[in-house]
């Protein structure tokens, strides 16, 4: 779950940028907070969902020490990158191979300031998430 500070333009981003489908949403009128549930290829069980949550009227968060980033596996790295820029999206490390190995990795942020970490998997995995 990433809190954030505007709920459509997340939306957008995970939609629009990164290719994933919004799956569902529900608003919580008395506890003054929305939530939208994002995925790949129609989402749980087969896949898993990242849950977006804005808290009414709250329209940045601090990110505090222990998150690190969002992995999603893709099978080119370097052609989902290149997506994602034509969409608009920013990429803050261009794909390459990690330091000291050879799997081949990419970071992009969201409009949040959220990292997402693309891992360049070749068998298949993410053929269904837009990120090809």
């Known amino acids: 779950m990433l809190r954030v500070g505007d709920l459509q333009r997340s939306i957008d981003f995970y939609t629009k940028v990164l290719g994933?489908?919004?799956l569902r949403t529900s608003?919580?009128?008395?506890?003054?907070?929305?939530?939208?549930?994002?995925?790949?290829?129609g989402g749980n069980p087969?896949?898993?969902e990242l849950e977006l949550t804005y808290n009414w009227g709250v329209d940045r968060y601090e990110m505090g020490t222990a998150y690190g980033h969002i992995a999603i596996g893709v099978p080119?790295?370097?052609?989902?990158?290149?997506?994602?820029?034509?969409a608009g999206g920013k990429v803050t490390r261009e794909a390459g191979p990690v330091k000291?190995?050879?799997t081949v990795?990419?970071?992009?942020?969201?409009?949040?300031?959220?990292?997402?970490?693309?891992?360049?998997?070749?068998?298949?995995?993410?053929?269904g998430t837009g990120l090809r």
């Open 100 to 102: 000291g190995g050879t």
């Open 27 to 41: 608003e919580n009128p008395e506890y003054k907070y929305s939530l939208a549930f994002l995925g790949f290829d």
């Open 20 to 22: 994933m489908q919004l």
């Open 105 to 127: 990795i990419a970071f992009v942020t969201d409009p949040d300031g959220y990292k997402i970490e693309l891992i360049e998997r070749k068998d298949d995995i993410g053929a």
């Open 76 to 86: 080119d790295a370097y052609a989902a990158c290149e997506r994602i820029k034509a």
């Open 46 to 48: 087969g896949q898993a």
